[in-house]
């Protein structure tokens, strides 16, 4: 164990967070997504939500303040179903950690598939709620 991590970052996550460089992405997908099809490193953290495991890996890995937008979501196929409630929770969750976090960027669903491949790592989770997938741009640490 360790002073300051939190518990739900396994060793091999910690790991892949720390190998990964600036500008590299990682994707963390819903209980839907195909991950293992997807991944060329895969995390499972089957059992846990998105927003848990998103607070916990924004604690320590900063989002890439160089482009426009660093976070990326899976844009809703059908504009009748609305806004997914999950994505108020992601911003809120993005803010905490990035004081200027400008927001997301909505990527057509194959476009989101296509990005997911050239991730550095995907993380699959159990999380129930509907487009709940999201990519994460590495930043630096600004000393």
């Known amino acids: 164990m360790l002073k300051n991590i939190p518990a739900i970052l396994s060793p091999e996550l910690l790991k892949i967070l720390m190998e990964m460089g600036h500008g590299d992405e990682l994707c963390i997908g819903d209980g839907n997504f195909p991950a293992a099809a997807y991944a060329q490193r895969l995390v499972r953290l089957d059992g846990h939500g998105v927003p848990e495991i998103l607070d916990a890996i924004l604690s320590l890995y900063p989002l890439d303040d160089f482009v426009p937008k660093a976070a990326f979501l899976m844009k809703v196929v059908n504009p009748s179903d609305g806004v997914p409630p999950i994505w108020a929770t ?15 960027e909505q990527v057509e669903r194959f476009a989101f598939y296509e990005q997911a491949k050239k991730c550095y790592a995907i993380v699959a989770t159990g999380e129930a709620s509907l487009y709940a997938n999201v990519i994460l741009k590495k930043g630096v640490i600004r000393s």
């Not at 992601?90 to 997301?104: D, L, Q, V, W």
Request: glycine share 6%; with cysteine.
């Open 90 to 104: 992601y911003e809120k969750i993005c803010r905490t950690h990035e004081s200027a976090f400008p927001g997301f």
